[in-house]
């Protein structure tokens, strides 16, 4: 498959929409050669923002893992996760009692802000549920797969509750050929055990794309048409940024690989813009 080099395209926006996962960093760590497309950026005078569906820490830890290598300009005010999405729904909505969730301590941060009493499902004790006014699902490590899981759909069976999935994203690569299952596929499974709808935030629903266009417009005046969305994945980076009406890229550093990616493109129907090696410059 045919792709463009990065450079020159981004230099016909005001702004960047990048994903995290796949684009930015991946199983090793930042992707060789993204901090120089940064300082690339910040010469041009563009504009960026990093969209992420990984609720599993807190917006200033995320910018720290940048800013540890020397990628100063990703600053909090530059993250956009779905946990901030959730966040806000859970201030807004859930007034007292405990809230329980499935994910790490770090990621129980959204919650925490909130104002909220949290619960781990790992602590959790099934025969003491009355106060419990919501489940979150935040990430897809800190507690036992068998037996927390387990707990969550007897929890969900025991007691009505709303039910919250921070993190949207099915699966994520864990190196250059495999994929690990995501927080959002544990909780397609419990859905589809208990017959459940839950809510969602997070990469490809219009929320995060908003939010982000937003914070961008408020620093200068533009349109959808002079912001650029850039992804690894179609289902989620490409399709959002499409509904949203912004040009996309998709990069094959990722979730997609790029002996698979024109057929992907092809039988899903999901076109990008553009398609791009990687974001990284040398």
Same mark, same amino acid.
């Given at each position: 498959?045919?792709?463009?080099?990065?450079?020159?395209?981004?230099?016909?926006?005001? =702004?960047?929409?990048?994903?995290?996962?796949?684009?930015?960093?991946?199983?090793?760590?930042?992707?060789?050669?993204?901090?120089?497309?940064?300082?690339?950026?910040?010469?041009?005078?563009?504009?960026?923002?990093?969209?992420?569906?990984? @609720?599993?820490?807190?917006?200033?830890?995320? @910018?720290?893992?940048?800013?540890?290598?020397?990628? $100063?300009?990703?600053?909090?005010?530059?993250?956009?996760?779905?946990?901030?999405?959730?966040?806000?729904?859970?201030?807004?909505?859930?007034?007292?009692?405990?809230?329980?969730?499935?994910?790490?301590?770090?990621? @129980?941060?959204?919650?925490?802000?909130?104002?909220?009493?949290?619960?781990?499902?790992?602590?959790?004790?099934?025969?003491?549920?009355?106060?419990?006014?919501?489940?979150?699902?935040?990430?897809?490590?800190?507690?036992?797969?068998?037996?927390?899981?387990?707990?969550?759909?007897?929890?969900?069976?025991?007691?009505?509750?709303? $039910?919250? $999935?921070?993190?949207?994203?099915?699966?994520?690569?864990?190196?250059?050929?495999?994929?690990?299952?995501?927080?959002?596929?544990?909780?397609?499974?419990?859905?589809?055990?208990?017959?459940?709808?839950?809510?969602?935030?997070?990469?490809?629903? @219009?929320?995060?794309?908003?939010? =982000?266009?937003?914070?961008?417009?408020?620093?200068?005046?533009?349109?959808?048409?002079? $912001?650029?969305?850039?992804?690894?994945?179609?289902?989620?980076?490409?399709?959002?940024?499409?509904?949203?009406?912004?040009?996309?890229?998709?990069?094959?550093?990722?979730?997609?690989?790029?002996?698979? =990616?024109?057929?992907?493109?092809?039988?899903?129907?999901?076109?990008?813009?553009?398609?791009?090696?990687?974001?990284?410059?040398?």
């Amino acid at each position: 498959m045919k792709t463009k080099d990065f450079r020159s395209i981004v230099t016909n926006y005001k =702004a960047v929409f990048f994903d995290a996962f796949g684009v930015l960093k991946n199983h090793k760590g930042i992707i060789p050669g993204v901090e120089n497309t940064f300082d690339f950026l910040d010469e041009q005078g563009i504009d960026y923002y990093i969209l992420t569906n990984d @609720a599993s820490r807190s917006p200033e830890a995320l @910018a720290q893992v940048y800013q540890d290598k020397g990628m $100063v300009g990703i600053t909090t005010d530059k993250i956009i996760s779905s946990g901030m999405l959730a966040h806000d729904w859970l201030k807004l909505k859930i007034k007292s009692g405990r809230v329980a969730y499935l994910g790490t301590e770090q990621s @129980a941060h959204y919650i925490e802000k909130a104002g909220l009493e949290t619960l781990s499902i790992n602590r959790l004790n099934l025969e003491d549920v009355d106060d419990i006014k919501c489940l979150v699902f935040l990430d897809d490590e800190g507690f036992d797969w068998n037996d927390d899981i387990n707990k969550v759909i007897n929890l969900l069976r025991k007691k009505n509750m709303t $039910v919250i $999935v921070a993190n949207t994203d099915v699966n994520y690569p864990v190196n250059r050929t495999d994929i690990a299952i995501a927080i959002g596929g544990i909780s397609d499974m419990v859905e589809q055990i208990l017959g459940r709808h839950f809510i969602r935030f997070g990469k490809p629903d @219009a929320q995060m794309f908003m939010f =982000a266009y937003e914070k961008a417009c408020a620093r200068q005046p533009m349109t959808r048409d002079d $912001v650029l969305m850039v992804g690894d994945t179609l289902f989620t980076d490409i399709i959002g940024g499409n509904k949203f009406g912004m040009d996309t890229v998709l990069v094959l550093s990722g979730n997609t690989l790029p002996e698979n =990616a024109k057929m992907k493109i092809r039988s899903t129907g999901i076109i990008p813009t553009y398609v791009c090696g990687s974001v990284a410059s040398f």
